[in-house]
């Protein structure tokens, strides 16, 4: 059978490493034929913890797994990895400023970065979890001149993930008759879920919330005061229902991302990703930016071209494409790209 595919995970100690490492060792992401080697990626403190998830991979016993190494080392972790998943970060502690947290996340997305650019295989491909993704993508790419800068990602598929759910509800159609939804933007407050050219089983989901909530007007209300603000801030209503943070959905979303990227987006419309942007839609070209995308395959996204986007809608893309350019330059200051 074809040699293993070798899959970087940092942060493998933690929560979403945790429910992320089995559904890769199943065979979810990548396919059930399809051998993976895991390389877990921790600093000292989360070593035992990673330790202790590899012993439970072996018990798990999983036909496609490969292989499990842990290491802190992360020219180890990178060498020859045709993925990596950076699920690692360093959270905002309290009292915490935004520089403070673009510094802490610098001092680890930069050296990843680097060590990625030396040690990665050829076609290695980036998706950045840990927060502020989008960010912490943009300075890893910068670490790695040598590495093509549409390899390097960010997940924005779990924002994508709960506007279905939410429009799903909302219309009582099956999550499965939905296509062609949009997250633009950061992954953040300001982030812009779009369903103006989503559609139910065919028809165009603003009709069907105009039928169903009373017309165009109360629609438009739904949107702006329900349906965006809910998705852009379920992260803390899960805190706040759960106790926890998002954990097996973020880990579920990221298996979509990569699955998607790898084996492509087939007959079931776009999908949403932070990508390198090209210039498309605005948005200024090298910004880690969600969009919608397709795949056929391989690992090459392309941005869904020439969408017809209204003045509300290029307000929201504008305000969250402001946020991160904002972000940029304050890594930029930092000298951290
Ligand atoms: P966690 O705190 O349980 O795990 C993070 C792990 O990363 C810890 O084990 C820590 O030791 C490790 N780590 C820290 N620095 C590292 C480094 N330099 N190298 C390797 N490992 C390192 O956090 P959890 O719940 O697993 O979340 C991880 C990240 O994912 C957070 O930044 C969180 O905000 C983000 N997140 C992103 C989502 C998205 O949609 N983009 C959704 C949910 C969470």
């Not at 293993?4 to 933690?14: C, D, F, L, R, S």
């Not at 429009?167 to 779009?194: C, E, K, M, Y």
């Amino acid at each position: 059978s074809d040699a293993p595919v070798t899959i970087t995970i940092t942060g493998a100690g933690g929560q979403i490493g945790y429910a992320l490492l089995f559904r890769i060792a199943s065979g979810a992401m990548l396919g059930a034929d399809v051998p993976v080697r895991l390389r877990l990626l921790e600093i000292p403190q989360g070593l035992r913890a990673a330790e202790g998830a590899a012993l439970e991979l072996q018990d798990a016993a999983f036909a496609t797994l490969a292989g499990v190494d842990v290491t802190d080392d992360a020219a180890t972790a990178f060498d020859g990895a045709n993925l990596a998943l950076l699920v690692g970060a360093r959270p905002r502690g309290p009292g915490m400023e935004r520089g403070d947290l673009l510094a802490a996340n610098g001092g680890i997305f930069g050296p990843q970065g680097r060590a990625i650019n030396d040690h990665a295989a050829d076609d290695v491909r980036v998706v950045v979890v840990g927060n502020p993704a989008n960010t912490n993508a943009l300075i890893a790419r910068a670490s790695a001149p040598d590495v093509p800068a549409e390899r390097f990602t960010a997940l924005t598929r779990l924002d994508h993930s709960r506007a279905l759910g939410q429009l799903a509800a909302t219309l009582a159609v099956p999550v499965g008759d939905l296509r062609d939804l949009t997250i633009w933007g950061n992954h953040s407050a300001t982030q812009f879920p779009d369903v103006s050219h989503a559609t139910a089983a065919g028809r165009p989901v603003p009709e069907l919330l105009a039928e169903r909530l009373g017309g165009v007007d109360a629609a438009q209300r739904h949107l702006e005061d329900e349906f965006i603000p809910r998705v852009a801030r379920r992260g803390a209503e899960i805190i706040e229902v759960r106790g926890s943070s998002s954990v097996a959905s973020a880990a579920s979303a990221t298996i979509d991302h990569v699955h998607d990227w790898m084996l492509g987006t087939g007959d079931r419309g776009w999908t949403s990703a932070a990508v390198v942007s090209d210039g498309s839609y605005g948005v200024p070209e090298g910004l880690v930016s969600s969009f919608p995308v397709t795949s056929e395959g391989g690992g090459d996204w392309r941005i869904v071209p020439g969408l017809e986007l209204d003045a509300f809608a290029r307000g929201r893309l504008g305000a969250s494409v402001a946020e991160l350019v904002d972000e940029r330059d304050a890594v930029r200051a930092l000298g951290l790209i």
